[in-house]
């Protein structure tokens, strides 16, 4: 299919975009996920940072599908659905970029411990960096013990993300190749 104003590229396969654009979707619903745990003013310290566990586990194991752009869409909509300032949740996802980014693909390979330890240096920088922000838009030195039990909560739970994104991402590959290889047979 050409569309005039692209020119004469095809689009790419619908299974291709919804790939593309599955990390950044399931860091949507977890960050409203959150957010509709969070109003209760009861359990605000312990509903974990669902949105910054998504945002590192794609990061990591798929960079190239979580964009600044989309990272900046996820601040802006975590800083308007939870009630922060705006620029917060992007502050918040960037010692995840800076991290995961950083270190080289098959240097450590994809162990799952190394992944862990990984999670809990940059969930302790995020919450640094969320609790620094907060308290100097506050001028006031704020209470410590809802972001650290947030991140807290999130490090314990990321084995439970971790399995369940690996098989869903098993799935939605072998989806995708037996669609692409199904559409190269018909053409």
Not at 132 to 151: G, H, K, N, T
């Amino acid at each position: 299919m050409r569309l005039p104003f692209i020119g004469h590229r095809q689009l790419p396969p619908i299974w291709s975009l919804v790939e593309r654009s599955f990390p950044v979707q399931m860091a949507f619903w977890a960050i409203l996920i959150s957010t509709l745990f969070s109003t209760d003013g009861h359990a605000d310290g312990f509903v974990p940072m669902l949105g910054t566990l998504v945002v590192y586990y794609w990061a990591l194991h798929l960079p190239g599908l979580m964009p600044l752009w989309g990272l900046l869409l996820l601040g802006l909509m975590q800083d308007v659905a939870l009630g922060d300032m705006l620029g917060l949740g992007f502050l918040t996802y960037l010692p995840i970029v800076l991290v995961t980014r950083s270190r080289s693909a098959n240097r450590f390979g994809s162990s799952f411990w190394f992944s862990w330890i990984l999670c809990i240096l940059v969930m302790a920088m995020s919450g640094f960096v969320h609790y620094a922000v907060s308290c100097a838009m506050a001028w006031q030195i704020l209470d410590v013990r809802p972001v650290a039990s947030r991140y807290g909560i999130a490090i314990l739970i990321y084995p439970l993300i971790a399995i369940g994104f690996a098989w869903f991402e098993i799935r939605l590959s072998s989806a995708t190749k037996g669609v692409d290889s199904g559409a190269r047979t018909l053409k």
